[in-house]
């Protein structure tokens, strides 16, 4: 029961441009929804998050939107950098789940110079 | 070093050996959670903390799996009787309770079981 999707296993941009990562969930439960970052034998990196109550959150070059009725969530880089190339989770909290949180299973980004 | 601490970061053993992990969280974050993650996958929940009271576990950590977090600092994750399929990254994450989005993550621990 994959509560959290990410169909996209890989996604490549060019430098510069704009990366959009998607991510779809069905638990109508969930608050708040997170992006995390992984590199290579790293923990996963919080990148931004948005409640529920929210349909945009932007920090620096990363924005986040949701779409309640549809139950998706995307992640905008713009522009994109070298740096930006890695595992992207999304990831959601549950009103009642003590905040754990339930992961997508990722999207490799990698960005072409 | 102020982060998440795991130790080991590599650990390969044999099939039937106890493994034991350690985390050391944020000094301050009162909550402890400790997640695994598999080829492909992205993390799955086992079990939290609240300072020193396992509150919930995942139906994943099955009687072979058995955490602790004495006095509310350190966690330790044993598993014992170790399967192949056992063989995941785990990770802990450390936050304060009611700030989720300040859940900070170790670097894991990779096991292997050969």
């Known amino acids: 029961d994959q509560q959290v999707k990410q169909n996209s296993p890989s996604l490549s941009v060019q430098e510069g441009r704009i990366s959009i990562l998607n991510c779809d969930y069905t638990?109508?439960?969930?608050?708040?929804f997170l992006w995390y970052k992984k590199y290579p034998a790293e923990g996963p990196t919080f990148l931004i998050s948005?409640?529920?109550?929210?349909d945009k959150n932007e920090d620096g070059r990363f924005t986040v939107f949701l779409n309640k009725s549809a139950k998706h969530l995307s992640l905008h880089i713009v522009p994109s950098q070298p740096g930006d190339s890695a595992v992207y989770f999304c990831?959601?909290?549950?009103?009642?789940?003590?905040?754990?949180?339930?992961f997508g299973t990722g999207t490799r980004l990698t960005i072409i110079p | 070093d102020t982060g998440v601490s795991q130790n080991p970061r590599h650990k390969i053993t044999k099939r039937g050996q106890n493994v034991t992990f350690r985390c050391d969280p944020i000094?301050?974050?009162?909550?402890l959670y400790w997640y695994r993650q598999t080829l492909g996958q992205g993390p799955e929940f086992l079990t939290y903390f609240q300072n020193e009271a396992q509150l919930e576990k995942s139906r994943l950590l099955s009687d072979r799996f058995s955490a602790e977090r004495p006095k509310g600092s350190f966690s330790t994750l044993e598993i014992q009787r170790t399967e192949q399929g056992d063989s995941a990254m785990y990770l802990c994450?450390?936050?304060?309770?009611?700030?989720?989005?300040?859940?900070?993550f170790g670097q894991g621990t990779r096991l292997t079981v050969v």
């Open positions: 994450a450390s936050s304060l309770a009611g700030r989720p989005t300040e859940a900070f």
């Open positions: 000094s301050e974050h009162n909550r």
């Open positions: 948005i409640s529920s109550i929210k």
């Open positions: 990831a959601a909290r549950s009103l009642f789940g003590n905040e754990k949180l339930t």
């Open positions: 638990n109508s439960m969930f608050d708040y």
